[in-house]
């Protein structure tokens, strides 16, 4: 299948859900336990779901060309990502050998990497090079003193590495059947980050705020006066790719396509969004213009963090630059803070008293019901592996 044909697919699916007043449907309601949502089973989540889990840490634009390096932060994780003079990406622990100091902060560009304690320099590979004063470690074996390496993979558009030593990563296996040769087809691997990426700090458990992104159901009344005024609330496609999935959205010029002919309807990626969820905690969000990466992280069982960061797409004119980056800032502060989080807060108390059993995913909201699923699956193989290790 090519992009036109997929999008065309979309797009009919879409219509003819508004046409119907429909929307993609789960085969039955999902009633989840507020145990899930306890400091016990985030522990859990945490061991299972993102320690021994490949995570995406982040698109490859964001290390543009060889000579890069980026740092990314996640669950207290400090990963030092570089793109060395092949073009090869490795991942490793942003701490010295020497004392353990951070070594790197934001991105740039590098020929080696130099600890700003005592200059201890790497490669950006890694491998220990210039220590001052090296008659003072006589006797210890400077090959071992490398970074410690991390596994990660690029391909597709995405970067994608563990936070702890594990197994080699195989980024058409995490992406699974489809799903990497969807993403191929879209070609975002150049698309570069506009910001740095953005903390927000949000007073509700990791996975209520991950599920304010996987439906649209509330468009209409949570967000009856940002986002329904240009997106339609309620129509919503959902596909599912192994454990990760994509939905997308209609915009309220979608009914245009109406008036046309189909083979005259030409590109219709302005009349839609696609929103991808990554396994276990990334939303990705893209249109024509950008990509609004998402990164969902647990802090405690009441409270997670998001890291978002924007890309924009290369050749962008300056009208198209102008709206993309005028409406990133709406969509942080106003819809997203405004609203998604603000409302993500408003889970607590309610699901910490014991006096809720369950919370409810109807047949309309396909999307968080897959991914808890999802979740359970994880720790339950997880936990298989390690009564059997």
Known sequence: MDREALEHGIVRRLLDHIDNRSTDMADEVMELSVDAYSAEHQAAEIEGLFLDQPLVLCLSGALPEPGTYRTVDLLGTPVLLTRDNDGQVHAMLNACRHRGVRLCDGAGEAIRLTCPFHAWTYGLDGKLGRMPVAEGFA?????????????????????????????PIDIDEYLGPGLAEELAMLDFATWQPYNEPHVHKVAG???????????????????????????????????????????????????????????????????????????????????????????????????????????????????????????????????????????????????????????????NEPAPQHLHRGFEDALAAYRARKASA
């Open 139 to 167: 006797g210890m074996d400077k090959s071992s003193k490398g970074l410690i390496r991390l596994e990660v993979a690029e391909g597709y558009g995405l970067i994608v590495g563990r936070l702890r030593p594990g197994a």
């Open 205 to 363: 458990n990791w996975k209520v705020t991950l599920d304010t992104f996987r439906e649209n159901y509330h468009f209409n009344y949570l967000h009856k006066n940002t986002l329904a005024s240009y997106a339609i609330g309620g129509v919503l496609t959902f596909d599912a790719f192994g454990r990760h999935l994509r939905n997308t959205s209609a915009l309220k010029s979608i009914v245009e396509l109406r008036e046309r002919s189909e083979p005259d309807w030409g590109d219709v990626s302005g009349h839609f969004s696609y929103q991808y969820a990554l396994f276990p905690n990334v939303s990705l969000t893209f249109d024509a213009r950008h990509i609004e990466l998402w990164q969902i992280l647990p802090v405690d069982e009441s409270h997670s963090e998001v890291v978002h960061t924007v890309y924009l797409r290369p050749g962008l004119t300056d009208e198209e630059r102008s709206k993309a980056v005028d409406m990133a800032p709406w969509i942080c502060d106003t819809v997203v803070d405004g609203e998604d989080f603000w409302v993500a807060g408003r889970t607590e108390p309610g699901v910490r008293l014991g006096l809720i059993d369950t919370v409810v995913f109807g047949r």
